[in-house]
């Protein structure tokens, strides 16, 4: 190999471990308040605006809504065809450890075929917790996902139980 192309190699080696560094063991300190914040607002509007990609990215493989487990093509279908708007009062996370939960009232907001659903829900509480995930597609990091809602049962917000919209995330 020729000496300036040996060079330019070292170089651009020396910057990717440099950068790898700086990603991995000095990166800034995770402010899991900020993280959460941040990440349910994205989810929202992403379900607002009927792209249930970004939204399926903030839920864990362990969604459950209470106690109902719906699908990722159900939650999806839901997300493309209503575009939900939620409006979460409350986006202070009590964190303990790799878990976090958040107590609060909603405004839910979606439209059903010729139905519209738009009401204030009291009593939410939100569960999230860390779970392995990448920064840059191939750093490995820890990223909060929304585990399990749990609402008042008098609402509308089954998985295809008894109550309310029987079936809103069927097939």
């Not at 362990?62 to 409350?90: A, L, M, W």
């Not at 995930?133 to 609402?155: C, R, S, Y």
Request: charged content about 20%.
């Amino acid at each position: 190999m020729r000496k300036p192309t040996a060079i330019v190699l070292s170089v651009i080696g020396l910057a990717a471990l440099l950068l790898f560094l700086r990603l991995t063991l000095f990166a800034p300190a995770h402010n899991d308040q900020k993280e959460i914040a941040q990440a349910l607002q994205d989810s929202i509007q992403a379900g607002r605006e009927g792209r249930p990609g970004v939204v399926m990215d903030f839920l864990s493989d362990k969604f459950k809504i209470n106690g109902q487990t719906p699908s990722r093509n159900q939650v999806e279908k839901f997300v493309r065809n209503n575009k939900p708007d939620i409006e979460v009062f409350n986006n202070n996370a009590v964190v303990s450890g790799d878990t976090a939960r958040i107590d609060t009232s909603v405004h839910v907001k979606f439209h059903i075929l010729t139905q519209e659903f738009d009401q204030k829900v009291d009593n939410v509480t939100l569960v999230f917790q860390k779970e392995d995930g990448h920064k840059f597609i191939f750093i490995p990091d820890t990223e909060w996902h929304l585990v399990q809602v749990q609402a008042p049962t008098n609402i509308p917000i089954d998985v295809g139980g008894d109550g309310g919209l029987a079936g809103m995330f069927g097939d």
